[in-house]
């Protein structure tokens, strides 16, 4: 009897190792919630563990606009293209990294804003805050007149000051118009 007590508890073990080797999200259900679409650099629509679909602002940051319209799409004017250029760029990052994330995140909701939009910091499943990754990479910059509410703001300053110094992507960039100013100018 003893003997097939330890066969069973050896059985079970092995069991529950390829089970977590397999992937325990097949079996319980992926965490965190589902990214329909990435709409911009640093907005995204997710879904919802109840099936809501929400839009989520990402905090701290504000990325390069994209085009919206035709009319933008077929602008001549090198402050558009040079905005929608590096808009599209951030925006591709953005669903590189949610992608390679199984189209999952995972949302520290910190407020809502005039559109109502989720404002909130994103994180992959491996605890990436997507944010850093675009400030480090020179696709977005910090949004300074949101960041006392912004838990990570810490991070993203350092992040940026890193990418302003390294002159990365934006800011290498001697033509580039800040998102804000960008938008105050239409």
């Not at 035709?70 to 402050?79: D, G, H, V």
């Not at 934006?170 to 960008?182: L, M, T």
Request: hydrophobic share 35%.
């Amino acid at each position: 009897m003893n003997s097939l007590i330890k066969k069973l508890l050896i059985s079970v073990s092995v069991g529950m190792i390829l089970l977590c080797l397999m992937g325990c999200e097949r079996f319980f259900g992926a965490t965190g919630d589902l990214v329909e679409r990435v709409s911009d650099g640093d907005t995204l629509v997710v879904k919802d563990n109840e099936g809501n679909k929400v839009t989520v602002r990402f905090a701290c940051v504000d990325a390069p606009e994209i085009a919206h319209t035709n009319k933008e799409k077929q602008s001549k004017r090198s402050r558009d293209r040079d905005q929608f250029s590096w808009g599209e760029k951030a925006q591709a990052r953005v669903q590189e990294l949610v992608k390679q994330a199984g189209d999952r995140v995972t949302l520290n909701i910190t407020d809502s804003d005039r559109y109502g939009r989720k404002v909130a910091e994103v994180r992959l499943k491996d605890g990436t805050l997507v944010q850093q990754i675009l400030i480090q990479e020179g696709l977005a910059k910090v949004y300074r007149p949101y960041l006392n509410r912004c838990p990570s703001k810490e991070i993203v300053q350092q992040a940026e000051a890193k990418a302003q110094q390294q002159k990365l992507g934006i800011w290498g960039d001697p033509k580039f118009v800040n998102p804000w100013e960008y938008r105050s100018l239409k």
